[in-house]
């Protein structure tokens, strides 16, 4: 008795060790991938996100604003068509891939991609001939915009292609092969732009550039990003071909995969109308307060097409970060290393929030530089200016909910961004017919104001953490409030004496240098702890 208590013990002490071991592989892998995944994700998004900013520079040059108003009018329709068709399939299908993977059940896999693919394919054509032969009644009950009609025609016929897109996508996701996806994404905007300017060089008729142009361009870049996706998928299958038996029935992959795909379905669908419903009021509330179509429209365009897409150019860096954020978390949590994540959740917000202040000082003060130097637009810059203050909160409530996500809390976080959203468009009803678009900014700040502080509260219960307020909010403000002004000042007197260089490439080199100077100190200093 007594010899067999002596050899148990150091091998239970040796148990221990090994999971301790295992454990702190697997954090250091974990951490390491968060990093990794969120600089090749960060790259990706970075260069599909200047290639859209030049597309809508050249857009807003070529079309003017009001055109540029109508074309945007048409996206709450586009994203409700994506959630109706794609989303929800999409990430079903990368869930499931992604476990029969893990069981070695390659064919499984296989099955379960025709099944959404099967699926996106009816669904796509569905909406595509619903919304191409309702368009008129689409642009004249809901965007009360007759003039959209050619412009929803025609973006209809880009739904088939980008709905099998995501099947495709979600499959690879599922294999964890997202460079399909980057590169797909990267492929489908540098398309938008080539072939926008190949049709204005060589096919259209000069100075009859419209609203309705400029939507080709969309329809080209999902058509390429289908061809170089369903390429990707062909290769992979040529090598990776099996002859192996369904060990699934179809009937069976039909009913699981439903029963995942339908609550994402309903779930962003409901949210998306929802947000829909916000993008459609702002242009018909907006006529309200201007008393004229035309001016209504060149707000709106100058707004959604160019100010609030350079705000949320730096969210490229959280939203990449929020990607790999949710895997990272849902798998320290499910190990319960608590310690590890309490210090990944401080760790992230920290870093959000130093771009988040960055963000707001950077727009405040270059702001009105920006909207002259990229779109040639006092307002722009007077909006960028006036949205400056969201950066902190739309950059910390991604992450924020990204972390929720990934603890199991998908359906609180849906609550709150619907709560987020009903703000937003209270504000848009009462306050945008009193002081035109302004309103709406004030909508966007308290809404995401309230989001990211609920977000904060609910985690605070589940991971206390804590936040330095001097280390990560007042230090930093101040830093890149000194440096911002400074580094302006000096470029004021730049473009005195520097004549012969272009004023955007000025300005894109000073801000260039405030992020260098101001920003990556921070960072490193906040990575080495």
């Known amino acids: 008795m007594h010899k067999m208590a002596i050899n148990t013990k150091p091998y239970g002490v040796l148990l221990m060790q090994e999971r301790l071991y295992f454990q702190k592989i697997k954090q250091f892998s974990t951490q390491n991938h968060v990093i990794k995944g969120t600089l090749i994700l960060t790259t990706a998004g970075f260069a599909t996100r200047i290639i859209g900013f030049y597309n809508r520079i050249f857009l807003s040059r070529l079309i003017g ?134 049709l204005t060089v060589f096919f259209c008729v000069k100075n009859s550039y419209d609203a309705a142009f400029a939507v080709w361009g969309i329809v080209i870049g999902e058509v390429t990003a289908f061809l170089f996706s369903l ?103 499910s190990c319960l290393d608590t310690d590890y994540l309490k210090k990944l959740c401080e760790k992230s917000l920290h870093f959000c929030l130093l771009i988040g202040l960055f963000s707001l000082t950077a727009f405040y003060i270059f702001g009105s530089s920006i909207g002259i130097c990229f779109f040639e637009s006092k307002e722009a810059g007077h909006y960028l200016f006036q949205l400056s203050f969201l950066c902190p909160f739309i950059y910390l409530s991604t992450t924020l909910t990204s972390i929720l996500n990934g603890l199991g809390f998908a359906t609180h976080n849906l609550i709150l961004t619907f709560i987020s959203t009903i703000i937003r468009i209270s504000f848009i009803i009462a306050a945008i017919p009193k002081i035109g678009i302004t309103g709406y900014i004030m909508g966007l700040f308290t809404g995401y104001l309230f989001l990211t502080f609920a977000c904060i509260h609910k985690l ?13 909010i007042f230090v930093p403000l101040i830093a890149f409030i000194l440096i911002g002004v400074t580094i302006f000042l000096g470029y004021q007197k730049l473009i005195l004496t520097l004549p012969a ?20 100190p921070f960072i490193a200093i906040s990575t080495k702890k």
Request: glycine residues 6%; charged residues 15%; contains cysteine.
């Open 65 to 198: 604003a009001k055109e540029l108003g109508i074309y945007q009018l048409i996206f709450p329709l586009y994203m409700i068509a994506f959630a109706f068709t794609t989303f929800g399939n999409e990430l079903a299908l990368t869930k499931l891939v992604s476990e029969y993977k893990s069981r070695n059940d390659t064919t499984a896999t296989k099955v379960f991609f025709k099944v959404c693919l099967s699926i996106n394919i009816i669904l796509g054509l569905f909406m595509s001939i619903i919304m191409y032969k309702n368009a008129g009644i689409l642009c004249e009950k809901i965007l009360k915009a007759p003039e959209c009609e050619k412009c929803l025609q025609i973006i209809s016929l880009g739904i088939p292609f980008m709905s099998t897109k995501g099947a495709i996508h979600g499959y690879f996701l599922g294999l964890e092969q997202s460079g399909v996806h980057g590169i797909s994404d990267f492929i489908e905007q540098l398309a938008k732009v080539l072939g926008l300017y190949i």
């Open 460 to 472: 605070q219960n589940i991971i206390p953490l804590s936040l330095d307020f001097t280390e990560s």
């Open 501 to 520: 260089i272009p004023d955007i490439i000025l300005l894109i080199a000073v801000i260039g240098v405030y992020g260098v100077i101001g920003l990556l």
């Open 231 to 333: 390429s990707a998928l062909l290769v992979h299958n040529g090598k990776n071909n099996t002859t192996k038996r369904f060990s699934i029935p179809f009937s069976t992959c039909y009913r699981i995969f439903l029963r995942d795909s339908i609550p994402l379905t309903t779930n962003r669908l409901a949210l998306t109308i929802l947000q829909s419903m916000e993008a459609i009021l702002i242009p018909v509330i907006l006529l309200k307060y201007y008393k004229n179509s035309t001016a209504s429209l060149a707000t709106y365009g100058i707004f959604s097409g160019m100010a609030f897409p350079f705000i949320m150019f730096p969210s490229t860096i959280t939203n990449s970060l929020s990607t790999m954020l949710l895997p990272a978390v849902s798998s320290a949590h």
